[in-house]
């Protein structure tokens, strides 16, 4: 019960990076590069729950159905998440346990397909602005939106794509169950993707929604839940950085809330890339945590040591 509790949430891109196939060879093979990372936690004995990303995945299956649409029935977005959450927790459970085996560490490595609670009257439903799957032509979108029942929007000049709400997680369920296994240090995979959007009907049902959800939001969320001393955000960044993408960025290394809060007021940080992250880092330290990690994968080992990564505190 002494041992600190760690809530990792990877990006999706930790597992299948842009410019890479997609095949499944070559998604095991970044998995494996990933945990060998990841598996700094192990040693270093934290009661650990990982949740990632799954847009590459996903936009590979909606891909697959705009491509066979004709021919087998199109699945629901929310199915494509839950696929993706099963799809990812086996290569990151694989991969993982036999990491566990090569350490002579005995622990338990588990998936569990997560549905998440979101607000039906969330504002993002009726105005939804995450891009989704492959980019066409609006002449090739029409015909697709006509047949699918697709809101789409153009992304960049002459390129459309899907768009989906994207609402806030409220309550991510099976949390209870998610604690008692962390608690007893078997290493959890859940909420792939944000988790899988569902709400409360008129008649009190859960139904699900066709909606992903932010997967960093999420992870601050379950990290309240289980009682996470630490949130890590592993994404494609070494650092935060001030003034990104100019002569005067510089890396922050260490940085309060007060400060954080002020900078993202003056609309520094990327929108909708970093932004969500910075949201969610300061959601885990007003509720419960005591600092925030965001760092690429191959710096985990340095960022531990406290040489690379921005560490965030209240």
Known sequence: ??????MIAL????????????????QFSFTRRTMEHLSEFILEDYNICIT??????VGNELLRMDLTNDVVPPLPLGICVANTQGQIGYMVQQTLQNKLRDLEVDREVVTLVTQVLVDKNDKSIKNPSKFVGARYTKREIDKLAKKLNWIVKEQE???WRRVVPSPM????????SIKALVDRGSIVIAFGGGGIPVFNNDNGQIEGLDAVIDKDFSAAKMGRIIRAQELWIISDIDYLYSNFNTENARPIKEIGTKELHSLHHQNIFQEGTIKPKIKAALHFLKHHGDKVVITSIDKIKLAIDKKSGTIIRN
Not at 52 to 57: E, F, L, R
Not at 169 to 176: A, R, V
Request: no cysteine; proline share 10%; charged share 20%.
């Open 1 to 6: 019960m002494d041992k600190k509790t760690i």
């Open 11 to 26: 990006g999706g891109n930790s597992l299948s990076p842009k410019g890479s196939s997609g095949t499944v060879g070559e």
């Open 52 to 57: 990632h990303g799954n847009g590459p995945q």
């Open 157 to 159: 000049p002459g390129s």
């Open 169 to 176: 997680p409220e309550y991510i369920m099976h949390g209870k």
